[in-house]
């Protein structure tokens, strides 16, 4: 009893650091992964703690928050390898957006243009479509990296849903209407499934 009690237990992602970082760097080669035990994840706690008086503390900062840089991905070290996996392969893809709008040379080229149409186009909020595609391209890689990994239509569905009322909240500056949003997420899974269903291999490549 007490082996199978022990495999159930998820390993700690530091366990696979390998593993998780080839896997951001198969989307965008400049992502670094690292614990949150840094210098300046530490500053960054505390100009959170500053920025919100208080409302994120800098323990919680560190201890409850992913954080991305640019390139540079920050996790709290006791989260388990699953839980930074989903959170890895979206922002990775957020970096390689930015590498896109750096004309494909280096996400930190393209970080300005990416933060001008992340955060202010067509309008910086209620209507702020492309926003809510980025998060949805985004969400789409981790959903089919997911599926890859044997998650059910069903988990992809409940996440989709689950995702486009966030970015339609306050937490994104209420990037949509949350119905709109959520028909536009709730589609875009659904194709991704379909996808998923009739070709695995091809799925998991794109
Ligand atoms: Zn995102």
Redesign the pocket.
Known sequence: MQGAATARVERGWLDERSRLEALARAIEPSVRIETKDGWIWRALGRLAAIATFGGISKRRFLEDFATTLGPLQGYPAAWSAGRVEMILV??AR?TYQARLCGFGLHPWLGIPIFAVLYLALPVPLGFAWLRLL??LD??RAAWRHALARGASPHEIRARARAFAAVVCSGSYGWAMPRGIGERVFERAAERVITEFESDPDASARA
């Open positions: 979206h922002e957020h980025f998060e985004a969400d």
